[in-house]
T-cell receptor, first 114, second 112 residues
Framework: NAGVTQTPKFRVLKTGQSMTLLCAQDMNHEYMYWYRQDPGMGLRLIHYSVGEGTTAKGEVPDGYNVSRLKKQNFLLGLESAAPSQTSVYFC?????????????FGDGTRLSIL | RKEVEQDPGPFNVPEGATVAFNCTYSNSASQSFFWYRQDCRKEPKLLMSVYSSGNEDGRFTAQLNRASQYISLLIRDSKLSDSATYLCVVNILTGGGNKLTFGTGTQLKVEL
């Protein structure tokens, strides 16, 4: 059981380049989330999805787009990368809406924008 | 004011010591609470949920005071392997699902 898998693990981009981060979960979770983690900031929610075909903005959505075409996959896109998007990105999922449902995290993608 | 505030530390303690972390949250609509552990350059992992009556899991005890909007984590008999960053997390249930808000974490270093 792989849980939540993120690809790639590391990436270096030049300013203006585009890329897509993939998150895949094999736990049949309905809810999926993308966070970024920066020093001194804690994890901040970028976008999330409550089901296949639906997405919503989180706390820091600007500069990112997402898609959830399949229940098990949640893609995070950077159309035109900026140095401010240098960060560690974590994907998470949870089974269903419920007060005590914890989130399961992937092991992160370290992204550097030069 | 941050929604979830923690002392960043680091807390440097000798092996075997008891250490306590505190956390305050600002949104009174917060409905559930967690402590996550994050090792260096790794993903956060759930340590334990926090219940109003207080709960214990081995050497770890979590407490919640809703009136004061305060959460604590107590670690007894610290081990070297407890060295990590501990994240206080609060959850608000909305129509868009669970919204977790993370504290910036408290760093613990357990030393020989």
């Amino acid at each position: 059981n792989a849980g939540v898998t993120q690809t790639p693990k590391f990436r270096v981009l030049k300013t203006g380049q585009s890329m897509t981060l993939l998150c895949a979960q094999d736990m049949n979770h309905e809810y999926m989330y993308w966070y970024r983690q920066d020093p001194g900031m804690g994890l901040r929610l970028i976008h999330y999805s409550v089901g296949e075909g639906t997405t919503a903005k989180g706390e820091v959505p600007d500069g990112y787009n997402v898609s959830r075409l399949k229940k098990q996959n949640f893609l995070l896109g950077l159309e035109s990368a900026a140095p401010s998007q240098t960060s560690v990105y974590f994907c998470a999922s949870t089974h269903r809406q419920g007060v005590n449902q914890p989130q399961h995290f992937g092991d992160g993608t370290r992204l550097s924008i030069l | 004011r941050k929604e979830v505030e923690q002392d960043p530390g680091p807390f440097n303690v000798p092996e075997g010591a008891t250490v306590a972390f505190n956390c305050t949250y600002s949104n009174s609509a917060s409905q559930s609470f967690f402590w996550y552990r994050q090792d260096c350059r790794k993903e956060p992992k759930l340590l334990m949920s926090v219940y109003s009556s207080g709960n214990e899991d081995g050497r770890f005890t979590a407490q919640l005071n809703r009136a004061s909007q305060y959460i604590s984590l107590l670690i007894r008999d610290s081990k070297l392997s407890d060295s990590a960053t501990y994240l206080c997390v609060v959850n608000i249930l909305t129509g868009g699902g669970n919204k977790l808000t993370f504290g910036t974490g408290t760093q613990l270093k357990v030393e020989l």
